[in-house]
Structure formats: C-alpha cells, structure tokens
Nanobody
C-alpha cells in the first residue's frame, strides 16, 4: 500500500486548508484511513479517521467541530478539511491506513506541512 498526501501550506488563523490523501495498492482489506500530525518537539498525535466500509468518522477533541474527513466511494481518496485553523494546528500531517487490524496503522504517507500564523 502506498499513500500520497498533498495540500499543505501556510495559512492565517481562522483560515481553511484542505489536505488530500491518495491510496494505491492492496487497500481493500484496510479498516480505516486516518490522519495524524506531529508538531515540532511533540509526539505524533491522532487527528481523525474514517472507516472504509461504514464511512463513519472519529476525531480528536482538539479538532472536533473544525476538521472534517471525507472520502470517495472507494475510500482510496480521502480528504481532511480544516476550518478555523489555529496556530496550534501547525504540524506535519500524515495520512495512514491499516492492514485490517483496527487502529494498527502500518502504512504511512510522506507527510505534508501545515503552518498557521496568528
């Protein structure tokens, strides 16, 4: 499985950005597509995920209500819509997927930088 993330960039606080992730390869057995982020000097943290078959989503408390994950009908193209951005959203964002094990993400994209200034 290969993941390609795109769409990062710079924004002002309150702006919106949209990240995309394109998955290829043997994705049919995966349970969910997820987004993580890692800010400088911090641990990588979970942002949210969308379940491949059900299409349901879950989010970290820090982004719930501001970020939305959606996917196409194959769930091989997934987007992260980020609204009302805050400086604390500054991080490298990664998309990830599993190989059928719930919340065991073993495939990762290369990361895309999001920088939010106040």
């Amino acid at each position: 499985v290969q993941l390609q993330a795109s769409g990062g960039g710079s924004a002002q606080a309150g702006d919106s950005l949209r990240l995309s992730c394109l998955a290829s390869g043997r994705t049919a057995s995966s349970y969910a597509m997820a987004w993580f982020r890692q800010a400088p000097g911090k641990e990588r943290e979970f942002v949210g995920a969308i379940r491949r078959k059900a299409g349901t989503t879950e989010y970290a408390d820090s982004v719930r209500g501001r970020f939305t994950i959606s996917g196409d009908n194959t769930m091989n193209s997934v987007s992260l819509q980020m609204n009302d951005l805050k400086p604390e959203d500054t991080a490298v964002y990664y998309c990830a997927t599993d190989n059928g094990r719930v919340r065991y993400y073993e495939y990762w994209g290369q990361g895309t930088q999001v920088t939010v200034s106040s």
